[in-house]
Structure formats: C-alpha cells, structure tokens
C-alpha cells in the first residue's frame, strides 16, 4: 500500500494479503481492519502504520526497513494509555523498522512463536508499553538477541534501545513457555525484566544464555518465577548490577539466581 497523505482502514478486512506500507500514513479505524494472518511490512521512507488507540494482532511483521515508523499517532489518551500490538507468529530476523510511542498514547509490543529466532535490531526504538513474550505454541516463545544492542541512556533511564524503553516480560504466568536466547557477546541491557516462567523453551530458563559477558543492568524482578539464567554450551556469562551490589555469574547449566536487589 502506498499512501499520499493519511489513508484510514475503517472497514473490516478491508483487503486480503500480506500489508506492505510503503508511503504516507495507513491508520486504522476498526481492530479487524486487517486480516488476520497478515504479515505487515513498514518499508518506505516516512511510511507509517498508526494503531489509532487500537490492540491489534497480526500474525508477523516483515524486516522492512529503518525509516519505516510503528507507532500511535493518537491525539490525546484513549483507554488504559497504551495500545499493544500482539504477533502471533514472530519470526523475522533483523527487524529494523523503528517502534515508538505516540505524542499521547504508548505502544506495547507482545509476542508469540513456535521456538522461532525473531530480533528487534532497530536501536532507536522508544515505545514504552513494554515487550512480552507470550506463551508459544509447540516449543514455544524465544526472542532472539544476536548482536549486542546499541542503546541511548542508562538503567533506568532509557532513551531507545532495539527492545523500547520498557520492561521486557518473559511469560504471564508460571509455566508459560518462554525464553530470551542469548547468542550474543559483550551484550548490556538496560531494560528492567519481569520473571513470570522459568520453564524455558528448549533448554528450561528463563534466558538461555549462550552469549559470553551478559550484562543485565535493569532491575529484576522475579515475579511467578525466579530470575533464571541457563545456558546449552556451559560457557555463558553474565553479569548482574544494582545499586547496591553486583553480582558475577558463571554460568552452568540451568543456574538458578534469586535476588534481594
């Protein structure tokens, strides 16, 4: 779809296919306006997909390109404040195409795959609403972190990071399948986590930490489950910091942490 302007989609299902937008604005004015098992790339430069103080679910989102935008161009809060685009299929490696929060709404990112290697790689994102990763289907959800991410700011104080500046959720409750897989070195981030399953995709933590020098410098929170960190090698390392202490780990397989932060 190439778009002069702002182009609205109030109609449900108002085409079939893969969504591509390559130019202007798409807005959407119904939830359903697209259909369901359509992947949406944002590929053009200035090209914008507006939520429109929608929840949306989409079954993927295609790499597009950097100067693509995703975000809510609500003008004033609608709601809780935040809008949540929910992927049911996350797979798509190297995913550039910038997310932010709107001039009043946030955005929320939730995702779901089948033990897939998704990455967020765009490091100007700035959404708010957070990253959860669901409980997947078959071996279930992984988000995959390859490269150490480039972020903007400080624990606690994030500009833009490739995961936004919210907390990234790892499952919903105990039990949920669902993991970080960690392949990358030297890799800080800044993000607060929130710890609701250890069980894993496959390998049964949290974050499958592969990656050597891991530093997790936001805070920890172990929820429904403790903060958990294994790994499918034996030569993982992180390293955990708070105000007041940090915490060196050699990773074994499946090392469990519970932390008084």
Known sequence: IGVTGVQT?????CFTGATTVSGGVLRLGVATALPAGTTLGVAGTGAT???????????????GLS????TDLSPSVVGTGTS??????????NMVTQITDGPAQKLAIAISNGNGTPTFTNNANTYSGGLTLLNGTGSGTRLSITTAPTNSGSAGAIISSPFGTGPITIGQIAGDKATIYLTAANATILNNMVFNTSAGTDVPTAIRLDGTNLTLAGTLTANQAPVNLGDGTGAGSATLRSEEHTSELQSRQYLV???LL
Not at 9 to 13: E, G, H, K, V
Not at 67 to 70: A, E, F, K, L
Not at 84 to 93: I, Y
Request: charged share 5%.
């Open 9 to 13: 989609c109030a109609l449900p299902i």
């Open 49 to 63: 997909f507006d939520l429109a103080g929608l929840n949306i679910s989409l079954t993927n989102l295609a790499a």
């Open 67 to 70: 100067t693509g935008v995703i």
């Open 84 to 93: 949540t685009l929910t992927l049911t299929t996350f797979t798509t490696a």
């Open 257 to 259: 942490c519970r932390l």
